[in-house]
C-alpha cells in the first residue's frame, strides 16, 4: 500500500512586479494553493506578497518567512552564514509540515525561482522528499531591458549576467570582455559597480533601472544615479552596441503622433474566469477604460490607467467621449458587461462613430460570454434549438412595440431569453409579459430565472410560466422561458433537443 498523499511543492516566479507580468499559469497556482510562502527582510513587508496579491484568496494559509539577517551583523555562532542556514533549515521545515498534511504550498519569488531566488534554498532541502513543480518568470534583466526599450543581445553576442558582491576588479573584468550585461544585487554594492564600469570603459554607455514594470520604476544613466537613492530592487544594464541608442518608453517622442482606437469588449456576466483571453489582452493593453462604474469596478486597477465612469444612461455621450480619447490618440477600452454587442455598448459607440468628426478613428468589438449562455448553462441547455433574445426595456422603443415582438416570438413557439426583465421605474410590466405569453403558451411551459449568474449573489430557479413570480425579478435577473418543446429531464435538467416533435 502506498503511504498518504503528501502536499505538492510549487516555486511560482512572479515576475519583475507588475502583477500583469505574472504567468496565466502561476496566477492559478496561486488562487488554488492551500498555502502561500513569501520571504521579507525585518520590517515584514514582502514585496513577493505585493505582485501576488491580486490572484489570493481568502482563506489560504500565509507563511511569512522572515529573514534574520539581510545585510546587517549577527550574533549567531556560525556568523551570517550560519544564520541564515538555520532560518532555511526552519523555513523548509514549516514548509514540510504544511506538505506532509497534504497541502500544496506554493513559495513566491520574484522574478523567476531559480535566478538569484530564495526559492531555490527551499528547493535544495524539499524537493527530493516531495512532489515538486517550478514555475518560471519573467526576469528582472527581461524586465529592465523593456523599461528602457533596449534589446540586450542581437545575433552572435554574448549576455553575461553578474552579481554587484563581486569586487570591482573582477566586474572591471566581466564587464570589458563581454557584449552585453546585467549586474544585479545593486543597493549597498552600487559603488564598487560603478567604479567597475568606469574601469571598464563602458559607463558611458551604461543604464540604470529601479523597480522596473512597477508603478515607481525609474531608469536613467548609470553614470547620473545618486548611490544614496539605489535600493536593492535595481540593477545595472549594458545594452548591445549594436543597438544604439534608440527612444525607450519613457523617451517617446511626444512629437509624433499615436495611433489610437477604440476596442469595446465584453466582461462576460460574473466572474472573472467568463472573461476571454482576447478581452484580457485588450483590457492590459488600454490606456484608459470608459464605461459604466460598476463595471469598471469589476476589472483590476492598474496605475497607468486612467479610468472613466459614469452613469447607465449616457451612452452616448459615454461612446462619444471614449472616440474623443482614442482620436487624440489613445488606446480606449469601452467596457460592457456580458457581450458587448447584446443590448451593451458596442451599437452605441458605433451609432456615434459614423459622425464626421470620427471618421478616421478605428473602432473593434471583442465578443464576450451574454447573461442568457450563462444562465443556460447553470441549468442544462433550453436554447438548445431555435431562440429569440429581446429586451423588456421600454427606453429605447415603445411599450406597444415589446408586447408585439413577444406575442410574434411565442407564436413562432421559440425559447425566449428576456433581458432587462423589470426595474423599478417599470414594475409591472414583466406581470403585462408574462399575461402575454399565456395567451399561446401553457401554464406548466419551463421558466428559468438567473440572478447576478457568475456572481457572489448567484441564485438560479426552475418553475413554469403558470407558477413565475415576476416580483422576484430585478434587472439583475435574466428570464429565459421555454418553447413547447423544452423539457425538464428526471436528474432536473432542463433543455429544448435538437430535433422538434414534428420532424418527420
Request: charge should be negative; aromatic fraction near 6%; hydrophobic fraction near 40%.
Amino acid at each position: 500500500m502506498s503511504g498518504p498523499r503528501t502536499g505538492r511543492l510549487y516555486g511560482v516566479g512572479l515576475g519583475p512586479g507588475d502583477p500583469e507580468l505574472v504567468t496565466v499559469k502561476a496566477a492559478r497556482l496561486i488562487a488554488a494553493a492551500d498555502v502561500v510562502a513569501f520571504h521579507a527582510a525585518q520590517h515584514g513587508r514582502s514585496v513577493a506578497r505585493g505582485v501576488a496579491a491580486p490572484y489570493l484568496r481568502a482563506g489560504q494559509v500565509e507563511e511569512l518567512l522572515v529573514y534574520p539577517v539581510t545585510t546587517g551583523t549577527t550574533d549567531h555562532p556560525g556568523g551570517y552564514q550560519g544564520a541564515i542556514d538555520e532560518f532555511y533549515e526552519a523555513a523548509a521545515a514549516r514548509l514540510a509540515a504544511h506538505l506532509d498534511a497534504g497541502r500544496d504550498v506554493v513559495v513566491l519569488a520574484e522574478g523567476d525561482p531559480f535566478f538569484y531566488g530564495s526559492y531555490m534554498h527551499m528547493h535544495k532541502r524539499l524537493a527530493h522528499r516531495y512532489p515538486t513543480e517550478v514555475v518560471p518568470g519573467v526576469t528582472s534583466v527581461s524586465g529592465a531591458a523593456a523599461a528602457v526599450g533596449r534589446p540586450l543581445v542581437e545575433r552572435d553576442e554574448v549576455l553575461t549576467v553578474l552579481p554587484g558582491t563581486l569586487p570591482a576588479e573582477e566586474l572591471a573584468e566581466w564587464l570589458a570582455t563581454t557584449d552585453s550585461a546585467a549586474v544585479l544585487k545593486l543597493g549597498r554594492t552600487f559603488g564598487n559597480v560603478r567604479e567597475a564600469f568606469d574601469a571598464a570603459g563602458v559607463l558611458d554607455r551604461a543604464l540604470y533601472v529601479e523597480r522596473a514594470s512597477t508603478d515607481r520604476q525609474r531608469t536613467l544613466p548609470l553614470a547620473d544615479v545618486d548611490p544614496a537613492t539605489v535600493p536593492y530592487f535595481s540593477l545595472a544594464l549594458l545594452p548591445s552596441p549594436l543597438t544604439g541608442p534608440t527612444p525607450g518608453p519613457e523617451q517617446h517622442d511626444e512629437a509624433v503622433p499615436r495611433t489610437g482606437e477604440v476596442v469595446v469588449v465584453g466582461l462576460g456576466p460574473g466572474r472573472r474566469a467568463w472573461t476571454t483571453p482576447e478581452a484580457a489582452e485588450a483590457l492590459a493593453a488600454a490606456d484608459d477604460l470608459v464605461g459604466y462604474g460598476p463595471y469598471l469596478d469589476r476589472v483590476p486597477a492598474n496605475p497607468r490607467q486612467t479610468r472613466y465612469p459614469s452613469d447607465n444612461r449616457v451612452e452616448a455621450e459615454r461612446a462619444a467621449h471614449a472616440l474623443e480619447l482614442a482620436r487624440s490618440g489613445r488606446r480606449v477600452a469601452v467596457v460592457s458587461s456580458g457581450d458587448p454587442g447584446v443590448f451593451a455598448m458596442a451599437a452605441a459607440v458605433l451609432e456615434v462613430a459614423e459622425r464626421p468628426e470620427y471618421a478616421g478613428v478605428p473602432v473593434r468589438v471583442l465578443p464576450g460570454l451574454t447573461a442568457a449562455q450563462a444562465v443556460a448553462a447553470r441549468v442544462g441547455a433550453p436554447l438548445g434549438h431555435d431562440f429569440a433574445v429581446l429586451s423588456l426595456s421600454d427606453v429605447r422603443k415603445p411599450w406597444d412595440v415589446v408586447v408585439d415582438r413577444l406575442r410574434h416570438a411565442s407564436a413562432a413557439d421559440l425559447v425566449l431569453a428576456l433581458y432587462n426583465p423589470r426595474s423599478r421605474a417599470r414594475p409591472h410590466q414583466l406581470a403585462e409579459a408574462q399575461a402575454v405569453l399565456l395567451e399561446g403558451r401553457k401554464p406548466d411551459t419551463v421558466v428559468v430565472v438567473g440572478r447576478d449568474v457568475g456572481g457572489p449573489e448567484e441564485r438560479v430557479t426552475v418553475t413554469t410560466l403558470g407558477e413565475f413570480d415576476p416580483e422576484t425579478v430585478d434587472m439583475r435577473c435574466c428570464v429565459i422561458v421555454g418553447s413547447s418543446q423544452t423539457r425538464v429531464s428526471r436528474a432536473g435538467a432542463v433543455y429544448s433537443p435538437r430535433t422538434h416533435s414534428d420532424a418527420s
